[in-house]
């Protein structure tokens, strides 16, 4: 058998590889080599092997180093930071569009983020049109299992504005979705959330002080 | 969503808890800075966090996705490091490996600590201290043909872990 006639050949192989062969042991061997296309096989592939062992620094051979412990949180809230991040930029995104452009948005958009749970309605950019000059006012709904998650991005009211947000269902009921108060120099986005299913929502809309402005969610032609 | 995108804060600390310890040696052995390697580190995870959705399980594994992008942080580390003024009154700048025989030379050494110690210990001796196998095998007691033999299976256990760290040449 050819593995049992190449024993003894085999073991030499190593030492070849790495130049350690002494030169009458190496004569022999490559006379074997000659004539068996296993070993000169087996001989190119631990050269390959070999090729590379003087870039390895023996010194380095003992422990690997091992990242500290609180790299595994820096690194957690580092994403998490950035979640949140992403989350404000869409909101703002969402109302820098128009409505025609916004539903184009929501559909691209929705392919990357729509968060799970939440049955087939995509997530909603909604934009509020008719504002003072100067305020602005955008929202994301994302569907849940719960119900809807409503992000709103308020900028421009006068600060310690009480604002209270609702939804209207299909048949134009009102359901009071919470409500925070804007303050000037603050984080003007807010996190609420509704028992109303995003897909039977129709129109969001926002008290501001002693002004109301609506939006339409679903609008047919999205 | 494609299955298997890095797109929850779940899948990162998974991919973190399968990776990161690689990732960190490579960052180590490429920047020669702990600091600058936890940095390394950190940026890496941030990136695919950011492109999760182009990874693809299809086209190659999170390692190797993970590998790519950490080889580019450490370029651009490398490069801001580099721009940085030079050290006064002819202060020496450390010497830089060329990265793609850094990440060479991390694999080799990461193949070495996986392989029996017999297997290495030989590899060193022999090879890297460059000692006669009758010394080696007379220091170790066992016949020369022990030695020899020991170099053999050591290589071919290095090919097989270098194989399992994604060497691929």
């Known amino acids: 058998m050819t593995a049992e006639r190449c024993r003894e050949w085999r073991e030499s192989l190593g030492a070849h590889a790495l130049g350690q062969l002494p030169a009458e042991e190496r004569a022999a061997l490559e006379a074997h080599l000659e004539g068996c296309a296993d070993c000169r096989a087996e001989l190119e592939s631990l050269a390959g092997v070999a090729r590379l062992m003087p870039l390895a620094d023996p010194e380095r051979f003992g422990t690997a180093p091992t990242p500290p412990p609180a790299l595994a949180d820096r690194v957690a809230?580092?994403?998490?930071?950035?979640?949140?991040?992403?989350?404000?930029?869409?909101v703002r995104f969402g109302l820098a569009l128009g409505g025609a452009t916004a539903a184009v948005a929501v559909a691209v958009l929705a392919l990357f983020i729509l968060p799970g749970g939440g049955g087939d309605t995509p997530e909603q950019h909604v934009s509020f049109n008719s504002l003072p000059p100067g305020m602005e006012i955008g929202a994301v709904l994302e569907p849940h299992a719960f119900g809807t998650e409503i992000h709103v991005y308020v900028k421009?009211?006068?600060?310690?504005?009480?604002?209270?947000?609702?939804?209207?269902?299909?048949?134009?009921?009102?359901?009071?979705?919470?409500?925070?108060?804007?303050?000037w120099g603050d984080d003007s986005q807010a996190i609420l959330s509704s028992a109303l299913d995003l897909s039977r929502t129709a129109a969001i809309g926002i008290r501001v002080g002693d002004r109301t402005f609506t939006a339409p969610v679903n609008p047919p032609d999205a | 969503m494609p299955p298997g995108a890095l797109s929850r804060e779940r899948d990162v600390r998974e991919a973190y808890?399968?990776?990161?310890?690689?990732?960190?040696?490579?960052?180590?052995?490429?920047?020669?800075?702990?600091?600058?390697?936890?940095?390394?580190?950190?940026?890496?995870?941030?990136?695919?966090?950011r492109a999760g959705e182009r990874f693809d399980p299809q086209i190659g594994s999170l390692r190797t996705w993970l590998f790519a992008i950490l080889r580019n942080v450490v370029i651009d580390l490398g490069r801001a490091r580099a721009s940085r003024p030079r050290l006064a009154d002819g202060g020496v700048e450390p010497a830089v490996e060329p990265l793609d025989d850094a990440l060479l030379a991390w694999q080799v050494e990461e193949a070495m600590r996986r392989i029996g110690e017999q297997h290495r210990r030989v590899l060193v001796e022999t090879y890297y201290r460059g000692r006669p196998y009758s010394e080696v095998a007379e220091e170790l007691g066992v016949p020369e043909g022990t030695v020899k033999s020991r170099v053999y299976y050591g290589l071919r256990a290095l090919r097989v872990a270098l194989e399992e760290i994604g060497y691929d040449g």
Do not use: K
């Open chain 2, 17 to 49: 808890a399968a990776h990161a310890g690689e990732l960190y040696g490579f960052a180590v052995r490429s920047l020669g800075d702990s600091g600058l390697a936890e940095e390394a580190v950190q940026e890496t995870f941030l990136r695919a966090w």
């Open chain 1, 156 to 183: 421009g009211a006068r600060s310690g504005s009480l604002c209270r947000v609702f939804l209207r269902d299909p048949s134009g009921n009102r359901l009071p979705a919470g409500s925070f108060r804007y303050r």
């Open chain 1, 77 to 90: 809230a580092t994403i998490s930071a950035e979640r949140r991040t992403e989350r404000r930029r869409r």
